[in-house]
């Protein structure tokens, strides 16, 4: 299990080269990556993401671990960025190894889910208009129940 | 203890963390504390239902006790992801 939390980016393509070879005995590995995504006027010029060094590592690996004991996952990963990023840049992404692809789909949502409203970070978008922070989302936490 | 704030909490009351001597048994207390400081503390802290706090870096509701906490911090609903 790795987590980091990093201001620098992350190559998407060898990080999961190096999580795919980790270990025999995974059937199925799954990866999900967020990017920086424009608004609806294309008018974003940077997301800041702020974090809460110190919670922000205990929180992600306690995250991991539940992810793993529950969907017994061979391994998982959670690599999440701060700073400023701009649109298209990638954000985050986790990585799932498990014997089989429904454990490790379900790993993959369940990290998303818990990595979105439990995990310290928060958002803050950069337009021409000016500054805001990003308001938390009613379903994001309405995802939770799920599990 | 040390009393953190992040996001727009930090902006409203102009620093990211400071020391605070407080006898306050709860997380609730502590606010009620805060919000009889200044201003600033009272616009940060009028609705609590806006805010999330983590004691010692776990979080946690606002009628936490606070017995030996080194660390409080007051924060928005979190946007990871």
């Known amino acids: 299990m790795r987590v980091l939390v990093q201001e620098a980016p992350f190559d998407l393509a060898e990080e999961t080269a190096r999580f795919a070879k980790g270990e025999g005995g995974s059937g199925a590995i799954v990866t999900f990556t967020g990017v920086v995504r424009d608004n609806d006027a294309g008018t974003l010029s940077a997301m800041e993401i702020e974090h809460y060094p110190g919670m922000t590592e205990k929180a992600l690996r306690e995250i991991a671990q539940q992810a793993v004991t529950r969907f017994e996952l061979q391994d998982a990963l959670v690599i999440h960025r701060y700073g400023r990023l701009v649109p298209g840049e990638q954000i985050m992404m986790v990585a799932t190894a498990a014997r089989h692809r429904r454990h490790a789909f379900e790993a993959a949502e369940f990290l998303m889910d818990y990595l979105k409203s439990r995990a310290p970070f928060w958002k803050r978008e950069i337009t021409a208009e000016g500054e805001a922070w990003v308001a938390a989302k009613d379903e994001d936490e309405a995802a939770l129940e799920r599990w | ?81």
Not at chain 2, 13 to 41: H, N, Q, W
Not at chain 2, 60 to 74: I, K, M, W, Y
Request: avoid cysteine.
């Open chain 2, 1 to 81: 203890m040390d009393v953190l704030y992040f996001a727009w909490v930090r902006e409203r009351i102009g620093l990211p963390r400071e020391r605070v001597e407080s006898t306050a048994a709860t997380v609730a207390e502590l606010v009620e504390e805060l919000r009889g400081r200044e201003e600033r503390y009272e616009m940060a802290f009028s609705d609590l239902s806006a805010l999330r706090v983590a004691v010692d870096q776990e979080l946690t509701d606002f009628d936490a006790p606070l017995q030996g906490a080194r660390e409080v911090a007051f924060f928005p609903p979190m946007t990871g992801g």
